[in-house]
């Protein structure tokens, strides 16, 4: 009904169209800030359990606390949301061709990114990494991109996959 009359409307006083494609600019696509994510998860782990080592936390200590877990629940969020936009505005039936593994890839990356989020586990934020470094790996290949894996150059000194843009 609503359709109806809204078409009626556009008939007598059309409407202006709108049209739209993606929802950042095409070919801005980068898994980095998920990469970057997943570094500070892994960074925050390492802050929390430096604070493990204590028996009693000091009211301070709680506080930085309850700043780190917040933080890491943050970037994982961030983790999930980066590689679901490339997963579903980038990634499209050509790419799937060539690796039809991502859609399960993508999938584990929000299993693992859910699970680093509801634990303090070193050991869980870096599988969360290479799965994350892998999806990089295949997101380069279909730009036809070389990359290469190095370590980052600060905490917590995790290999990461790097695009080589060099000419």
Not at 21 to 27: G, N, R, V, W, Y
């Amino acid at each position: 009904m609503i359709f109806e009359l809204l078409e009626k409307l556009d008939a007598k006083q059309p409407f202006d169209q709108a049209s739209a494609h993606c929802d950042i600019p095409c070919k801005i696509y980068d898994p980095s800030s998920a990469q970057i994510a997943v570094l500070t998860m892994i960074r925050m782990v390492d802050l929390l359990e430096e604070l493990k080592a204590h028996d009693t936390l000091s009211f301070e200590q709680q506080a930085t606390f309850n700043r780190l877990v917040s933080e890491k629940e943050d970037h994982g969020k961030k983790v999930k949301e980066e590689i679901r936009v490339i997963w579903g505005d980038y990634i499209k039936k050509p790419q799937l061709e060539n690796h039809p593994e991502l859609h399960e890839l993508t999938h584990e990356i929000m299993l693992a990114a859910s699970f680093a989020k509801q634990h303090i586990d070193r050991a869980a934020t870096v599988a969360l990494l290479e799965k994350v470094n892998t999806f990089a790996e295949i997101f380069w290949q279909t730009k036809g991109v070389a990359v290469f894996r190095a370590t980052c150059p600060y905490p917590p000194a995790e290999t990461v996959v790097y695009p080589d843009l060099k000419p």
